[in-house]
């Protein structure tokens, strides 16, 4: 045997995975795959064209990340988040936030705060456009959490980033949520400027807590306020049909 051959490579589709991984994340987030439906597997492979052992990596990653469940008897479900289990996650991440912003006064670099302060601009600007915004406010704290130098608390937040994501996405769907959402992050950004650790920190927590009281909000008028397993406005059921832009382009294999 040669010395290439005793440790052979299985080359992997690795773009079509991360894709799928991908598509299936934002479908979940977005609530057009509901909390309590079935994932079947044989679905998802004739719907994205991939392979079984794709879907089932992809759906590994989900299940890692939070964003499904196995239940014993019925697979691959998309996780429910109660009422409860939401307060106690924006608990976490308010008192995270709330520390980086003042560790981002203290630590951050006069480039990292221009770079803040085009983040905030992107976000005007998008909301100015009725534009998606999570992927803007991801770029923002991103920034954030850089300026701080604190990679512990850089891999916490990351940790809790898929779960967080699907309430921040109800947090928004409420009704004038989202330009108070920008007003508060405005108010990050001023207390930064001030160099002003308190208020940054202050800022920080409150925007959790208001993006709080919005997500029970949204949960509550899905009819269940202590949980996300109710039937969305969509009208969609456990089992409904899956949505049809998951569908993979194959040229990415």
Not at 115 to 129: C, H, M, N
Not at 229 to 247: D, E, V
Request: hydrophobic fraction near 40%.
């Amino acid at each position: 045997m040669t010395e290439a051959n005793r440790f052979p490579i299985k080359r992997t589709p690795a773009p079509v995975r991360a894709k799928v991984l991908e598509n299936l994340r934002q479908t979940i987030i977005e609530r057009q795959l509901e909390p309590g439906q079935r994932l079947i597997e044989r679905e998802l492979v004739e719907l994205t064209g991939v392979s079984r052992t794709s879907i089932r990596e992809a759906l590994r990653e989900l299940a890692a990340e939070g964003l499904v469940t196995t239940v014993p008897n019925k697979g691959t479900v998309v996780t429910s988040v109660s009422a409860e289990e939401a307060r106690q996650l924006y608990e976490i991440r308010s008192a995270l936030e709330a520390l980086a912003g003042r560790l981002f006064v203290r630590n951050a670099s006069p480039a990292q705060r221009k770079s803040l302060v085009r983040a905030l601009d992107g976000i005007e600007r998008l909301t100015r456009k009725s534009a998606p915004l999570l992927p803007a406010k991801d770029s923002f704290y991103a920034v954030l959490f850089e300026g701080g130098g604190n990679e512990a608390l850089r891999s916490v937040v990351a940790g809790l980033h898929a779960r967080v994501s699907v309430l921040r996405w109800l947090s928004l769907s409420v009704p004038g949520r989202l330009d108070e959402s920008v007003s508060e992050i405005r108010a990050i950004v001023e207390a930064v400027l001030a160099e002003d650790e308190d208020a940054a920190a202050r800022a920080c927590s409150r925007h959790v807590e208001e993006a709080c009281r919005a997500a029970l909000q949204a949960l509550a008028e899905q009819g269940d306020p202590r949980s996300a397993s109710r039937t969305a406005p969509t009208g969609k059921r456990p089992g409904a049909a899956l949505p049809s832009h998951l569908t993979i382009d194959r040229e990415l294999g």
